[in-house]
């Protein structure tokens, strides 16, 4: 996958398409081996939890050119990674309006 097609995902929003990619697959797979599977900064903290996400240090949307670079991944937890995009967490939606379910 090259740095124009990466490019192109992100101009056209299809984010998805570049996480269901082979090449996406392959560097993920190297992080998780490289990191023994583990949260990098649970690790820091002096914890232990399993690698959930493996994260971009610098965002595929501002950096295309280092989506695919080994050195600007590191695994993380799903703590860890919804602190790292809380604004992710602001676009889920309720499934209920109210607590009232019937």
Request: proline share 2%; charged share 35%.
């Amino acid at each position: 996958m090259t740095t124009a097609e990466i490019i192109r995902m992100v101009l056209l929003d299809d984010m998805t398409r570049f996480y269901n990619s082979k090449a996406w697959k392959n560097v993920r797979a190297k992080a998780r081996r490289r990191d023994n599977n583990e949260c990098q900064l649970c690790k820091a903290e002096g914890k232990h939890s399993k690698c959930e996400a493996v994260h971009h240090i610098k965002e595929v949307r501002d950096y295309p050119e280092l989506a695919l670079t080994l050195s600007n991944l590191f695994c993380v937890c799903k703590v860890h990674h919804n602190r790292e995009h809380p604004e992710k967490l602001q676009k889920q939606k309720k499934k209920f309006d109210n607590e009232e379910r019937w």
